[in-house]
């Protein structure tokens, strides 16, 4: 089996995008605000919108299951206040907890948080349980920086974010650390925001000791990691600077790193630098990166072509990157495959 | 000969550094500002701390001469207002100028700029200027965040910043895009703010289209280019997106990478994707990383035995790498050169 952990719904139908509108039109103005009831999309949408974008790539390309969440960039959670981001929150999970019923061999959820800049991570805990209580959701999308490019909360190392941590713990699920959507003009979106908060992430936790207060708190770092695999000797320097352990222990126990590296030669850096354990399958597919590479002649998020090609993978190898360490990093997911006797 | 472009003055004498803290201390309190004057560092003290540090590193790893500027992570534009910048540019200038008549055949320097947040960059030109045409120096370093980890100024391919460029022009000079300390929490300086600052330029100058403006404007992206040649076929498929040409042709007869990653694989990457011309000797050292690598017995930023060993370049190409690629780049060091016989 193969397993994408790293899909996000960007294809939703139309309505989404118009009552998200319609919502932030009615910032300050609340008797303009839309209610989530007034969003009307059938199940024959949702399949459509699916069948034709997503479904049909997984089989073009040979993968089987997806971990699905809310689109990213939509996240925006610097846009209004709490109230703002749990309805927007509400509203995007539910359609991914759809999607996972209307295609559950195909499909499971991860949870958007309705993250609110200068707002405490813990009134995202009603949001996360229904989530993974109600939904069968597996993980959650956890933004380090909910102000959209101007970096207003503390690193991941500090308590402020313990709260969430702990039920991370308690459930099982690790975060994948994915920002939302820049508004500061200096950061592109996909290009420069995306990519920092990726690099920005590990070298907060070199920096700090979290994983000594949470021994069994799993990030997935998106995006092969940032920077990071390709300046390791970097990171494996600052941390000996800093009087750390070894990156093995110091990170590896607890930091995993997907697989949307967008040709060749980043795939090979990666494999090579990181531990096979450590690395999860992923595309993002259909995301940032849509064309075709004239270099190759196959889409560029077609990562699984680059998993295959590189010499630095045995066919184990492949399986545990595939299949095995998905498994292992998600139990939720696991144990719902195997409750599908898979 | 082997030319390393990117050395900062890490070890000036401490003198420095108390003048520096006098002079932060003084902010808002003009009657205890420190005076230019009262800063006492003699030749001996100058050549010893070059003497014991960089030339002693560079007659070790072989290599012969370095471009060097003010230590970057002490350029801390977003401490005061343009005049304490502009006071600190110019003691930090000097003393390089003073390193590099005191070892001619091994220094010449490249200018910190006095910037300032908030303050338009044409300010700059005095210093500039003076660094070019009365100290000899080679090229610029040019702080896309003066803010220190806030990202306040516009993208690099704004207007704000097309005084400083055109004097680049004028005195065929290119800029190092390099930060100073962040003032952010969130990002560590070294393993945080220096990569993403390097990934995010390349992303803005994808996304502009300053170089039409500018065809002979030249940028050199330090410490490998950040995360962009890891993730090569993501930028390659954003430019594709939005309608820019190829990168061979938006981006590199304009961007040059240096070699400031610290580990094998990481040159491997680097050397495969980026063309040869486009990529310049460096180690950045004495700098961010200073130890022994367990894992190969060798100092982490002893980038040359990486050049070495890789598999991509032949004999010719690491000749480019080492001496003709900066020539060409840095036509005012040629031309020093040759003016030296060499």
Redesign the interface.
């Known amino acids: 089996m193969i397993i994408d952990i790293h899909g996000h719904y960007t294809t939703a139908p139309k309505a989404l995008e118009d009552w998200r509108n319609r919502q932030v039109a009615a910032i300050g103005n609340p008797s303009a605000m839309p209610k989530a009831s007034e969003l009307k999309i059938g199940d024959d949408e949702l399949r459509e919108s699916i069948e034709i974008n997503q479904l049909k790539k997984m089989k073009e390309r040979g993968s089987d299951l997806t971990i699905f969440s809310p689109r990213a960039s939509f996240m925006a959670h610097h846009i209004g206040d709490f109230s703002v981001s749990s309805s927007w929150a509400s509203i995007c999970n539910e359609l991914c907890y759809r999607v996972s019923r209307l295609f559950p061999e195909n499909f499971i959820g991860a949870a958007m948080l309705p993250q609110s800049p200068g707002v405490d991570p813990k009134t995202c805990i009603p949001e996360l349980e229904r989530c993974i209580k109600d939904y069968g959701f597996v993980g959650i999308n956890l933004n380090?920086?909910p102000s959209g490019?101007?970096?207003t909360?503390?690193?991941l190392t500090d308590r402020h974010w313990y709260p969430i941590y702990e039920k991370m713990v308690e459930y099982q699920i690790p975060a994948m650390i994915h920002v939302s959507t820049s508004c500061?003009?200096?950061?592109?979106t996909?290009?420069?925001h995306y990519?920092?908060a990726d690099?920005?992430a590990i070298?907060?936790c070199?920096?700090g000791d979290l994983f000594k207060d949470f021994p069994t708190l799993k990030f997935v770092v998106p995006?092969?990691g940032?920077?990071a695999?390709?300046?390791?000797?970097?990171?494996?320097?600052?941390a000996?600077?800093m009087k750390k352990p070894l990156l093995r222990e110091h990170l590896l126990n607890n930091i995993y790193f997907d697989t949307c590296?967008?040709?060749?030669?980043?795939i090979?850096?990666l494999t090579?630098?990181i531990p096979v354990d450590n690395i999860l399958f992923a595309s993002e597919m259909i995301g940032?990166?849509?064309?075709i590479?004239?270099?190759t002649g196959n889409y560029?998020?077609d990562t699984k072509r680059y998993i295959e090609a590189t010499a630095n993978l045995s066919a184990a190898d492949r399986r545990k990157v595939y299949e095995g360490n998905a498994r292992r990093v998600y139990p939720r997911l696991d144990a719902a495959l195997k409750k599908q006797g898979r």
């Not at 500061?184 to 592109?188: G, I, L, P």
């Not at 590296?261 to 980043?266: C, E, F, I, L, S």
């Not at 940032?288 to 064309?291: K, L, Q, S, T």
């Open positions: 380090p920086d490019g101007h970096w909360s503390p690193p500061n003009a200096c950061f592109h996909t290009g420069a990519i920092n690099t920005t070298m907060q070199i920096q995006h092969g940032g920077a695999p390709y300046h390791w000797g970097r990171y494996r320097g600052l000996q600077e590296v967008y040709h060749q030669p980043g090979d850096l090579k630098v940032a990166v849509r064309g590479d004239p270099e560029y998020d």
